[in-house]
């Protein structure tokens, strides 16, 4: 498991430029791109997350699922009569993605994504 820590620079989006002549110069860059989508920001919270390393509430259901709430969305697992593992993530935006884990008869297991 990897402890991933946040940047924190003193100037941030600061930038040195570095001429042909070795002349320096400061410059301060900013998005100017109209984004239609933000998107994931790379840092601290979202590098754990992807290790598993996030707070969640988890509850146990009566029909055998798993349900867990993220500051994200909720994880339902659950477990088919064939041995299957289904994991179904929906994201506070509605977004929803599938995992399907199978066991193979020749002890490989499986993933497939939708």
């Not at 989006?13 to 320096?24: P, V, W």
């Not at 100017?32 to 979202?46: K, P, Q, Y």
């Not at 994991?87 to 297991?109: C, D, L, W, Y």
Request: charged share 20%; aromatic share 8%; glycine share 8%.
């Amino acid at each position: 498991m990897k402890n991933f820590i946040d940047r924190v620079p003193v100037n941030p989006n600061r930038y040195k430029i570095t001429g042909e002549n070795s002349a320096i110069t400061y410059v301060t860059i900013e998005r100017e791109d109209n984004a239609s989508v933000i998107g994931t920001a790379l840092n601290r919270e979202a590098f754990m997350a992807l290790q598993g390393m996030e707070a969640s509430d988890t509850v146990f259901n009566p029909d055998g699922s798993i349900t867990e709430t993220y500051s994200t969305g909720t994880v339902l697992t659950s477990f088919s009569a064939n041995g299957d593992v289904v994991e179904k993530f929906t994201a506070n935006s509605g977004q929803v993605i599938t995992k399907t884990t199978k066991f193979n008869a020749n002890g490989s297991i499986s993933e497939v994504i939708s």
